[in-house]
């Protein structure tokens, strides 16, 4: 694979066209499945096994994952990457699992290839969680732009705080009522996570930017009659 194709406008454009289709499409979902998707309390999984979202989940997910992926191959902006570039290469992986492996119904019940679709999208949130702490903590001591460096340690704080209280309503959906209200902190991670990638996009393409050439000055020549003496 030709990496340098990852550092050029076209990946860039790829990268920020993933994001922008991914909260489009998810938007679209909330808009047009609204009679049949509960979001305070149905997982936005569910919006998978209903019109339009039979084709617009998996689609949405995927434009995230070639984000990551793009993302994993280019690097963020940052010094020393390489650990951020392999969780974002995992967050790819994870993704398409998401979205190959459709979650359940009422009806199938909690199949395996659910088991695989809820394991799948949840290790993705937490490695992009974690891609965002480790970006947050280095992008202090670099050159990155305050909106960047505010947004990430934003995004780092309500990614961790969501996922715990996800993670707390689906296993224990018991302790405050969690289970009734458990669709809400899901879209907001959908949309934080997701918000994330457009920071790390944005310092990708600042640092990725071409220094403007020092220009060259040439030397003036000397005539040839003031290096050998010659007098007129």
């Known amino acids: 694979m030709n990496r340098d194709f990852f550092r050029t406008r076209a990946a860039e454009v790829t990268a920020m066209s993933g994001i922008a289709a991914s909260q489009a499409g998810f938007a679209v979902m909330h808009l047009t499945q609204s009679h049949d998707v509960d979001a305070v309390s149905t997982p ?4 998978a096994v ?4 039979v084709l617009l989940f998996p689609a949405s997910v995927i434009a995230l994952a070639a984000t990551c992926f ?3 191959m280019r690097g963020v902006g940052l010094a ?14 994870m993704l398409v699992c998401a979205a190959v492996f459709r979650t359940g119904t ?3 019940g909690l199949t395996w290839w659910a088991q695989i679709h809820r394991y799948s999208a949840g290790a993705a949130f937490v490695l992009l969680t974690v891609v965002a702490g480790i970006c947050a903590a280095r992008m202090r001591g670099a050159d990155a732009p305050a909106w960047v460096r505010h947004g990430t340690w934003w995004a780092t704080v309500l990614a961790a705080l969501t996922f715990l209280t996800t993670t707390v309503n689906t296993f224990l959906p018991g302790v405050l009522d ?5 669709g809400i902190p899901q879209r907001v ?9 457009w920071f790390l996009v944005a310092n990708s393409i600042r640092t990725a930017a071409p220094v403007a050439p ?19």
């Open 44 to 47: 936005v999984s569910a919006y």
């Open 50 to 53: 209903t019109w339009p979202g």
């Open 70 to 72: 793009i993302l994993a």
């Open 80 to 93: 020393r990457e390489g650990f951020v570039k392999f969780l974002l290469g995992a967050t790819a992986v």
């Open 106 to 108: 009422p009806e199938s």
């Open 178 to 182: 969690g289970g009734d209200w458990r």
């Open 189 to 197: 991670l959908l949309v934080v996570l997701s918000s994330l990638l």
């Open 214 to 232: 020092v220009p060259v000055v040439e030397p003036v020549p000397t005539p040839a009659r003031v290096l050998t003496g010659v007098r007129s």
